[in-house]
């Protein structure tokens, strides 16, 4: 027997009777020097794959290991890494320089919105631009901080250490900041975990950007002619959307001279999917800067929605069905691409996908599955994905 297995048969003896508690061990491999387990236990679980995965890490955590739940056909397995998380603190002033900037960066960005006179050149007259900005920037922001701290709090009702929110700042753009984002500083302990924490962020996103949208509507005023030659400038329309204006306002807007032969909810699905033709000579809103950050907030909804890779859509469909996710991924970016000839962000995200799209996070317990709610809340999750997602964001 080589002084490498002597040394890890004596490291690792004291794991076997932990994972004997909870399942039927028949047989035992030890890892070679390089990879990625000291010792896996291969048997049948005869207790409840939640509560046997608390059970055993909770002892494993003291003797410096980590347990990783596996399925082997119809048996389970149970690796011990050595090495427990050890998350690194907050540095918190960076979330908070972060997030100052971003307010800057967006104050401008609402203070431009419908703006039409000269560019200012003081500072006196940038600050009274800008000052136009704040009910755009507290809708706007209040949607992706309720978005961010869905995700963190949902984190931390599991125990899993997470940054707070970066917001990233985007000086001189039509929103004025690229949304934010968390990381997560230590893996989800199952599917279960992963979907609420993915989920969460959407869902309370999606419930302030509902109400904001629709005071802003309220708030937008009257139907404005379309110029007759006006061939672009117009927000995207989502499937939701379309139908919180027509609450709103009791017409399909924008609403064309005339809508030929076709029936209105006919028309609106062609300009929905096809971005034309173009409603000129026809009526639409002209935006609130209010309504124009709910609008903003549905669409950050619908992009971190599709399920692909570490997105929040890409979870909800890893934990619906596993693996097999992986296979739809082609299938998105030729969707994508395709897009992009209506819209060549889409582009963008084609590549981003292409590129970082292709793995998706793993849980410690992978043999813990959904129970029924979940698994309908990630069902749920998908069908908000097509009911929020704005194929042609901008006209």
Do not use: C
């Not at 963008?348 to 698994?375: C, K, M, N, S, V």
């Amino acid at each position: 027997m080589s002084s490498f297995r002597e040394s890890v048969l004596a490291e690792t003896a004291h794991l076997r009777p932990i994972v004997a508690q909870v399942m039927t061990i028949e047989d035992t491999t030890y890892g070679p020097p390089d990879g990625g387990y000291a010792v896996r236990f291969r048997g049948q679980l005869f207790r409840d794959s939640l509560e046997a995965y608390a059970l055993v890490a909770e002892q494993f955590r003291p003797l410096g290991y980590t347990p990783l739940f596996r399925k082997d056909r119809d048996r389970h397995l149970v690796l011990a890494v050595a090495g427990v998380p050890n998350p690194p603190p907050n540095r918190v002033w960076v979330n908070v320089v972060m997030l100052a900037l971003t307010i800057v960066s967006m104050l401008v960005a609402g203070g431009a919105y419908g703006y039409t006179g000269p560019i200012p050149e003081t500072a006196g007259e940038w600050l009274q631009l800008m000052a136009g900005g704040w009910p755009f920037v507290v809708s706007l922001l209040g949607i992706l901080m309720a978005h961010e701290l869905g995700h963190y709090f949902a984190a931390r009702y599991h125990k899993v250490a997470v940054t707070l929110p970066y917001f990233i700042p985007f000086p001189l753009s039509l929103f004025g900041t690229m949304g934010a984002f968390i990381q997560l500083k230590t893996p989800p302990t199952n599917r279960r975990v992963l979907l609420d924490i993915g989920i969460a962020g959407p869902l309370a996103g999606f419930v302030v950007a509902v109400p904001v949208l629709l005071v802003g509507l309220v708030l937008s005023g009257p139907l404005q002619p379309i110029p007759p030659g006006q061939a672009s400038g117009f927000e995207g329309n989502s499937i939701l959307y379309v139908l919180m204006k027509y609450l709103v306002f009791g017409r399909w807007l924008p609403e064309p001279a005339t809508f030929g032969d076709l029936p209105g909810w006919l028309y609106m699905l062609r300009y929905y999917l096809l971005g034309f033709p173009s409603p000129a000579g026809g009526v639409d809103v002209y935006l609130h800067p209010v309504a124009w950050a709910g609008w903003a907030g549905l669409l950050v909804t619908g992009l971190n929605l599709i399920p692909a890779g570490q997105l929040d859509g890409g979870h909800a469909l890893y934990v619906l069905i596993g693996r097999r996710a992986r296979l739809l991924v082609p299938l998105i970016i030729a969707a994508l691409v395709g897009l992009g000839f209506f819209w060549n962000g889409w582009w963008l995200w084609a590549a981003l996908i292409y590129f970082l799209g292709r793995t998706h996070a793993e849980p410690l317990d992978q043999i813990t599955d959904l129970d029924p709610f979940r698994r309908l809340l990630a069902v749920g999750a998908l069908v908000l994905f097509v009911l929020v997602i704005t194929p042609i964001p901008f006209l």
